[in-house]
């Protein structure tokens, strides 16, 4: 018989305001868990107690299509500057211009945050079709045996944490995507100023000090190139893609060895 998956999603909001959200997929056997696992996680929030907390579970028609994790390593960058700087190098690499990176980067820092990502190509015109709300991705997860193997390779660098977890899962689902050439990320969360940069080529770069702490706003801009857009939104918000493989986690690079790698 064929396997079935779902579909399990949480958003918590305090006074209808948004505070957090997870999501995943996983077979029938860990659906329940998973449940309370999620609505466990979000009583206690730092944006304020939740006073509502709305759990999805939605049985997936389609099977999840199996890819792996982009490689993981963290920069030693030291500022807000030098961060731009690399950013720079590596998506100039790729084939994103200079322009386009500006772009990002001046949407980026303007202090409107989005629920979802700028879809920007690589001249820096902006393709989503709803250009305050963004293109939210969902239908992304990991199978049991590859998230404890991810787990176990991001304590050695003290990396074993939701936020890095989900980042990597969500930025291996987007850059899978041929139509996709990169993608830049600030956390909207004042304290949390660890960003990356991600490509096909180079994998997950983190990016330390992306921003200044304090700073109440973040986003993601989806670099993309050729292509129908409405199919890569379809496959963003829609396609269920589950990891089941891990590419290397290595420690702290400088770019001079990402790029020469
Ligand atoms: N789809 C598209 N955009 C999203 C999504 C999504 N599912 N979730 C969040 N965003 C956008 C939205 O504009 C948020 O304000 C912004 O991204 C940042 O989201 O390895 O926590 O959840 O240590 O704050 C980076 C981890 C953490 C770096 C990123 O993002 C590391 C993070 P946040
Ligand atoms: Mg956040």
């Not at 999603?9 to 696992?37: F, L």
């Not at 902006?126 to 787990?151: C, F, H, Q, Y």
């Amino acid at each position: 018989m064929k396997r079935r998956y779902y579909s399990v999603r949480m958003r918590a909001s305090k006074e209808g305001v948004h505070i957090s959200g997870a999501e995943g997929i996983y077979v029938r056997d860990d659906v329940n868990k998973m449940v309370q696992t999620y609505s466990q996680r979000a009583f206690p929030h730092e944006k304020g107690r939740a006073d509502g907390i709305f759990i999805k579970v939605e049985e997936l028609k389609e099977t999840p299509r199996n890819i792996s994790t982009l490689s993981l390593y963290t920069l030693n960058t030291k500022s807000p500057e030098a961060v731009q700087k690399t950013v720079v190098e590596i998506l100039t690499s790729v084939g994103i211009t200079q322009r386009a990176i500006k772009e990002a980067y001046t949407s980026l820092t303007r202090g409107i945050t989005m629920r979802g990502a700028m879809l920007m190509d690589v001249e820096g015109v902006r393709l989503e079709p709803d250009l305050l709300r963004g293109v939210r991705v969902t239908r992304m997860g990991i199978t049991r045996n590859a998230a404890s193997l991810l787990s176990k390779k991001l304590s050695k660098y003290g990396l074993n944490n939701n936020t890095v977890k989900e980042a990597l899962i969500l930025s291996s689902k987007v850059n899978k995507h041929p139509m996709v050439l990169g993608e830049l990320c600030l956390s909207d969360d004042p304290n949390y100023t660890v960003g990356y940069v991600s490509t096909r080529k180079y994998g997950y770069i983190r990016l330390p000090r992306i921003k200044k702490r304090g700073i109440p706003f973040g986003g993601r801009a989806f670099f993309i190139t050729g292509g129908e857009v409405k199919d890569l939104i379809k496959y963003l918000q829609n396609t269920p893609v589950l990891i089941n493989k891990i590419r290397p986690i290595r420690g702290i690079l400088s770019v001079k060895e990402i790029l020469e790698r």
